[in-house]
Nanobody, 128 residues
Framework: QVQLVESGGDSVQAGGSLRLSCVASGYTYNTYSMGWFRQAPGKEREGVAVIYTGGGVTYYADSVKGRFTISQDNAKVTLYLQMNSLKPDDTAMYYC?????????????????????WGQGTQVTVSS
């Protein structure tokens, strides 16, 4: 059973930075693509970034491109999301997820329904 545990959420001022972490267990290395999602109150869950199986290729939503970076450690145990130049619109609960997806390198790969396993989330609040 795949288990994902996020951490690193906090309250920051606009323009600040945070790094989220997601520790993964219970799966074979290189089996899943890993994604970060976020959900603000009253809004649908939104895909933010994905790192494809193998770890060499990434894709980002336009809303975070150039500001956020998704990465994994060499052992592929921990997934990261480095968030810079944060804006109040980035305020949300952030989730990591794992899924077996056939890459299209498009927003199609950021659909929540494509991912099978989810963490419990970590809250990010950005104040102006």
């Amino acid at each position: 059973q795949v288990q994902l545990v996020e951490s690193g959420g906090d309250s920051v001022q606009a323009g600040g930075s945070l790094r989220l972490s997601c520790v993964a267990s219970g799966y074979t290395y290189n089996t899943y693509s890993m994604g970060w999602f976020r959900q603000a109150p009253g809004k649908e869950r939104e895909g933010v970034a994905v790192i494809y199986t193998g770890g060499g290729v990434t894709y980002y939503a336009d809303s975070v491109k150039g500001r956020f970076t998704i990465s994994q450690d060499n052992a592929k145990v921990t997934l990261y999301l480095q968030m810079n130049s944060l804006k109040p619109d980035d305020t949300a609960m952030y989730y990591c997820a794992a899924g077996r997806i056939a890459p299209t390198y498009s927003d199609y790969d950021l659909r929540a329904g494509a991912y099978n396993y989810w963490g419990q989330g970590t809250q990010v609040t950005v104040s102006s």
